[in-house]
């Protein structure tokens, strides 16, 4: 396996340098026009500042309810800086391991690899509603593959179906990579079907003008690039990925990517911390029973 040199970490600066600023600035998140009782709308409350995590009563209702409750952070005991922190290392181009973040943010591994997995939660869901307009183009590649050695069938390489919307310049901006099952290891490309279903699935077929390529040589070169750089970002942070976990991961990548290219890293930064309370977190429990790839008990015990 590669390593390459350790991965430098952008310096945490931002403005959220305390517990209570990161606090306010969820508060303010959540409620940008000013408190609203979930239960019945009420606007007016009372801040109750006794607890770590401020509570608000619902002046009607009494209802107390914080603004925590509803996100990923909700039930959390750790310092809000540390996800803060979290938030910031998931958005490197190269996202961060559950190992490395242990490390930087000193937690378990296990927590870490929860955190992770909350983030990449919310990022996902987000990702899923927003589907591909305008100008899309869409291959059908491989991944793991290669490029420089196109005629050799790597063990690994995978159909994929890859979408993207570009800019005035031809750049991909939002990229969605789907594999299809049943494909690694062999020569196998994405059928016309899969790409209908592809476009079905992901492009707004009503406002967007779909150009399909299918040959390898007629592929959008610029997507193609966006695969490989899926490829090898992939490789150098988690190393070799099961088959059972590379969609979700690939998802991370393109993900963090549009993040990215989409914004400067104040408002990337806002856009993540804006998923992150938009959806509640799912348990340990219920991680564990959707995630195949759960950490191992002897890396736990490694962390
Ligand atoms: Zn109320």
């Known amino acids: 396996m590669e390593f390459r040199e350790e991965t430098v970490l952008q310096p945490f600066h931002s403005r ?16 940008p026009d000013g408190f609203v009782c979930p239960r019945c709308d009420h606007t007016g409350c009372s801040r109750l500042n006794s607890r770590r995590v401020p509570l608000f009563e619902c002046g009607r209702c009494k209802h107390q309810t914080s603004a925590l409750v509803g996100t990923i952070f909700e039930g959390t005991r750790l ?3 540390k996800w803060f922190m979290a938030l910031d290392l998931f958005l490197l181009p190269d996202g961060i391991s559950a190992l490395r973040l242990s490390q930087v943010i000193d937690v378990t591994y296990k927590t870490a690899w929860l955190m992770l997995h909350k983030i990449r ?10 589907l591909l307009y305008g100008d899309v183009k869409v291959n059908s590649d491989q991944y793991g593959r290669n490029p420089s050695r196109c005629a050799v ?6 159909a994929i179906v890859a979408g993207c919307t570009i800019d005035e310049a031809g750049e991909p901006q939002q990229v969605k990579i789907r594999l299809l ?14 790409l209908t279903a592809f476009i079905d699935e992901h492009v707004d077929r009503l406002a967007s003008e779909v150009q399909l390529s299918t040959q390898a040589f ?7 690039s966006v695969v490989r750089e899926a490829w090898v970002s992939l490789k150098n942070t988690y190393g070799a990925l099961g088959r059972k976990h ?9 993900g963090r990517r549009w993040l990215r290219v989409s914004g400067t890293a104040e408002s990337m930064r806002q856009k993540l911390l804006q998923m992150c309370i938009a959806i509640p977190g799912l348990s340990y429990c219920q991680l564990i029973a959707r995630q195949p790839d759960r950490p191992l008990e002897n890396a736990l015990a490694a962390a």
Not at 16 to 31: N, T
Not at 218 to 224: E, G, K, N
């Open 16 to 31: 959220y340098h305390s517990e209570e600023a990161c606090m306010e600035a969820l508060i303010a998140m959540k409620w």
């Open 246 to 254: 590379l969609q979700a991961y690939l998802n991370e990548f393109t």
């Open 218 to 224: 007629r592929l959008y070169a610029p997507l193609r």
């Open 153 to 158: 069938s790597h063990p690994h390489a995978s």
């Open 121 to 130: 939660h919310a990022a996902l869901h987000f990702d899923a509603q927003e």
């Open 181 to 194: 099952p049943q494909s690694r290891g062999t020569d196998t490309r994405a059928s016309r079907r899969d």
């Open 79 to 81: 310092p809000l800086l």
